[in-house]
């Protein structure tokens, strides 16, 4: 908490779905890395665990409606805008019940979902009582979740970057230079990335350059509430 140099916090997201990646993930990435599982991965109670007790911060996926859905379709839990607060917080809850350890959730591929208030709130809400926290992946940058959460005091952290969605070493080194720069002038970051052999490359790479340039590597919680709203 008294550590003031600026914060960067790394979450790899869809984490079991390949158990090779994952092992690999957990075996040679620092314990300030933080993995975001799919539910719906196999084992994935387990892989937690084993996660929980290298040290690393955990989150759960959490599958809300994209445009384009059921097209593109995020899992059969999904949260979707159609269905009635209730029966969102039971899907929410079928998701939970999936694992135990970790802090909290993000949003996973929920273009649509994460866009409507009276969809959110009711779902943010019952985060709050089980002692969450939110991570707004932004997958949509219209998404309400971060801002909503703050309203509701709902410890919650805001994707700042995707790390791979070109999955080159050019891009992935540029997202992370940028990852930087925004840490620097605002105190804290946030970049999601995915479990893929270059990603482990270029962050394995990157990481030990940190301490001579004044950032440290943070878990996700270690970011909560210190971004500003957007």
Excluded: C
């Amino acid at each position: 908490a008294n550590d003031r140099r600026a914060r960067i916090a790394i979450v790899l997201t869809d984490m079991g779905l390949s158990a090779a990646a994952a092992e690999v993930a957990i075996r040679h990435l620092p314990p300030e890395i933080t993995f975001a599982f799919n539910p719906y991965a196999n084992g994935v109670a387990q892989i937690v665990q084993r996660a929980r007790t290298d040290g690393h911060e955990v989150l759960l996926n959490l599958p809300m409606e994209p445009n384009g859905y059921p097209t593109i379709d995020p899992g059969p839990q999904t949260l979707l805008t159609r269905l009635s607060a209730k029966e969102n917080v039971e899907r929410l809850d079928l998701i939970l019940a999936k694992a135990s350890g970790y802090v909290g959730v993000n949003e996973h591929l929920g273009t649509r979902f994460s866009t409507s208030a009276e969809a959110m709130k009711p779902v943010l809400e019952a985060l709050g009582e089980h002692g969450l926290m939110y991570l707004d992946s932004r997958d949509n940058p219209r998404s309400v979740g971060g801002a909503m959460a703050s309203e509701l005091r709902l410890p919650r952290a805001l994707n700042d970057r995707f790390l791979d969605t070109e999955p080159s070493r050019e891009a992935i080194d540029a997202r992370l230079a940028e990852l930087e720069q925004i840490a620097r002038e605002s105190g804290s970051a946030v970049a999601i990335g995915h479990p893929l052999p270059v990603t482990f490359e270029r962050l394995t790479i990157w990481i030990p350059t940190l301490p001579s340039k004044g950032i440290v590597l943070a878990p996700i919680t270690a970011v909560a509430n210190r971004q500003s709203d957007r």
